[in-house]
């Protein structure tokens, strides 16, 4: 089997492999080392690699297996760390000059549920500087690149996320999303990118951009594999007085549920009206391909969803500059312009708006309960535009801030507000063979079941096992 061959598996099937002794964890990770060294110059994913600990990791997971202490599905299984997460005497730069020194004192907690369950972690991950941003442009770390071709962004900020789970180069990665920094580079880059509800996993360790928004979430090949990550990462932490302490469950408990029965609401306003015509047939199609099925469709008005995405920002650059205050003061000067004028934009939100944001937005989960009640799942496309170029979003002198993409998070965002849990994965290609994301986005706390329906869907369609050219 090719290295290709091989890295393109789910962590599902390496996992079983591994169990069965049919794969050693020291072959997949030399094969994703040789993947990473192959894709690094390509792509940029990485910030850092962890080649060393990668193989001895892999070793001791050997030895462990062997010797019948077998830890579970991960166990073997090589992970990625977006540049926001913690790990003990590693850099943690959130893809700045600003922490370019900044050690680790310890794991962060997601780290240690990785570690706990056997997986091997890879390196830390590229992103848009501080994850503020929804380009793959960095000035400080380098662009990241799409797998699919080269010369288009991968969305950000989890970008490198993205990037490196497509080209094989992480079976499975971590990500953050504030405004869907998850579900627009899975989108992008065609994988599977999840947001759990609001609290399901906690944060200690993972650097804040706005508390009240942010999620940590897995980016997989496939949704199974998320299910499977989630069960590891999800949980509460003392440490984040945010973070749920609810009883959670299995997050595979509905993989096998099929569609037959299942509920899913189409929204007549906003989502499609917005979105690109090839994006919108794609999503359609899916649709279709989920009502024969046996799932049904119920169409649902939600003119007030327009709203969402005003509030998410405006919470989101008040919140992120109160974050950064005291290091613009320190450090301003080692920002980008992009970064730092959006940080300065946040402190000129005033105490009122912030309230009238916050207001604003339980009105919004409010409405969107009430929209929801009696299905189980809204069905939309993830962004509304096709995936621009990097050279049309990469600031120049003449174009200190590019219009191209802007759009992204427009209906990504609706979903920080409210908290739901939220996934994108592919459904098609556009016709110049880049990746179209589909979201399925769930009550709150019903997790599993979006995870569940995304399988579904994928256990009938052919879009998350394929593989970008640049790849093989």
Not at 422 to 433: E, K, M, R, Y
Request: hydrophobic content about 40%.
């Amino acid at each position: 089997m090719s290295d290709t061959e091989l890295l393109m598996k789910s962590a599902a099937e390496l996992g079983r492999l591994i169990s069965s002794r049919k794969l050693s964890p020291v072959e997949l990770a030399a094969a994703t080392s040789r993947q990473i060294e192959h894709m690094q110059p390509v792509l940029n994913a990485y910030i850092d690699v962890y080649t060393a600990e990668l193989q001895h990791s892999a070793v001791e997971a050997e030895k462990e297996i062997s010797g019948g202490n077998y830890r579970g599905p991960l166990h073997g299984i090589p992970a990625g760390l977006k540049d926001l997460v913690d790990v003990q005497a590693k850099v943690t730069s959130a893809g700045s000059a600003v922490l370019k020194n900044n050690i680790a004192t310890a794991d962060a907690t997601i780290v240690e549920r990785l570690r706990s369950a056997g997986a091997i972690l890879t390196g830390t991950l590229n992103l848009y500087e501080f994850a503020f941003g929804i380009s793959s442009i960095n000035s400080h770390t380098g662009d990241v690149k799409n797998p699919w071709n080269v010369e288009r962004m991968t969305a950000g900020s989890s970008s490198g996320s993205a990037a490196a789970v497509a080209a094989g180069a992480a079976v499975m990665s971590i990500g953050t999303d504030t405004g869907g920094s998850i579900r627009m580079p899975a989108a992008a880059c065609g994988i599977t990118g999840f947001k759990p509800t609001y609290g399901i996993v906690q944060r200690n360790g993972v650097k804040d951009l706005s508390w009240s928004q942010d999620h940590v979430g897995p980016m997989c090949r496939t949704a199974e594999d998320c299910a499977l990550m989630m069960n590891v990462i999800a949980g509460h932490h003392i440490a984040d007085p945010a973070s749920t302490t609810r009883i959670l469950p299995d997050f595979t408990s509905k993989l096998d549920r099929g569609l037959k029965g299942l509920r899913l609401g189409l929204p007549s306003d906003y989502f499609f009206e917005r979105a690109d015509p090839q994006i919108q047939a794609a999503v359609m199609a899916a649709v279709d391909t989920m009502r024969s099925e046996g799932a049904e469709l119920v169409e649902v008005d939600m003119p007030w969803v327009a709203s969402g995405r005003s509030i998410n920002v405006a919470i989101l650059i008040a919140e992120a500059f109160a974050v950064h205050e005291t290091q613009l003061e320190n450090s301003g000067h080692l920002y980008s312009d992009a970064v730092r004028q959006r940080l300065f934009d946040g402190s000129r939100v005033t105490a009122t708006e912030y309230i009238h944001a916050q207001r604003a937005r339980a009105k919004l989960c409010h409405q969107m309960a009430e929209a929801m009640a009696g299905i189980d799942m809204l069905v939309t496309p993830t962004v509304p535009v096709q995936t621009p170029s990097l050279a049309d979003v990469r600031p120049t002198l003449d174009r200190p801030t590019p219009s191209a993409g802007k759009e992204f998070p427009m209906f990504t965002g609706v979903f920080n507000v409210t908290g739901q849990p939220s996934i994108s994965l592919n459904c098609g290609f556009t016709s110049d063979g880049m990746p179209i994301g589909l979201m399925l986005s769930g009550n709150a706390f019903d997790d599993a079941a979006v995870l569940g329906t995304a399988h579904a869907y994928q256990q009938i369609t052919a879009w998350s096992g394929l593989t970008p050219t640049t790849c093989i």
